[in-house]
Every structure is written in structure tokens, then in C-alpha cells.
């Protein structure tokens, strides 16, 4: 059985610090691209940072330079670490285990992150 989990959401005042992590089992971690998106209310998910299984990163325009993405294979761990937090980075926010190669694509169920005064 696949599992998702995240977890390190919670309550942060402008210009914070949060680190989220993402834990999967019953997957070969290591073969799979890991991502973060995120659902504000009202919008649509979005992608935050992905990290491919060769540690290459990508990330969304609006995180660059605040946000970073790692995993630890050994651990079958993702994390996302977001400095200098805006109250615009308020969402509930995803883990992704996608590998295309083998049509498989697994989502968590998300954590609240909210920047606020």
C-alpha cells in the first residue's frame, strides 16, 4: 500500500520559517520525481519546487531564492524548506511521487501552511 504523509505545516508570521517533510513507503523512492504544489482557497494547485530523481530541481517563479527543495533517498524523505514566508505562500500544500515510466502518481493529503500576523 502507498503512503503520502506530510507534515511541518502550521502558523508562521511574515518573513518565517517553515520546513515541511513528505515521508512515502510501499514505493521504490528513489525512482520517483518528487514534487511540492500547493491550493490557496479559491485557486487552482500549483507547482511549488520538484525535485527529479536525479536531484535536479525546478521551482515556481513566486519561491525562487525563498523556497528550497531536498530528499533524502535513504530515508524515502522530501523536504521543503520556505524562508522569508509572505502571507501569499498561505496554502494547503501537496507531496507528488510521480513516475511517468511506470504510470504511477501519488498525491498526500496535505498540510495546512498559513503566513499571517
Known amino acids: 500500500q502507498v503512503q503520502v504523509v506530510e507534515s511541518g505545516g502550521g502558523l508562521v508570521q511574515p518573513g518565517g520559517s517553515l520546513r515541511l517533510s513528505c515521508a512515502a513507503s510501499?514505493?521504490?523512492?528513489?525512482?520517483?520525481?518528487m514534487g511540492w504544489y500547493r491550493q490557496a482557497p479559491g485557486k487552482q494547485r500549483e507547482l511549488v519546487a520538484t525535485?527529479?530523481?536525479?536531484?535536479?530541481?525546478n521551482y515556481a517563479d513566486s519561491v525562487k531564492g525563498r523556497f528550497s527543495i531536498s530528499r533524502d533517498n535513504a530515508k524515502n524523505t522530501v523536504y521543503l524548506q520556505m524562508n522569508s514566508l509572505k502571507p501569499e505562500d498561505t496554502a494547503v500544500y501537496y507531496c507528488?511521487?510521480?513516475?511517468?515510466?511506470?504510470?504511477?502518481?501519488?498525491w498526500g493529503q496535505g498540510t495546512q501552511v498559513s503566513v499571517s500576523s
Open positions: 507528488n511521487a510521480r513516475n511517468t515510466r511506470w504510470s504511477a502518481d501519488y
Open positions: 510501499g514505493i521504490t523512492f528513489r525512482r520517483y520525481d
Open positions: 525535485v527529479t530523481t536525479g536531484g535536479s530541481t
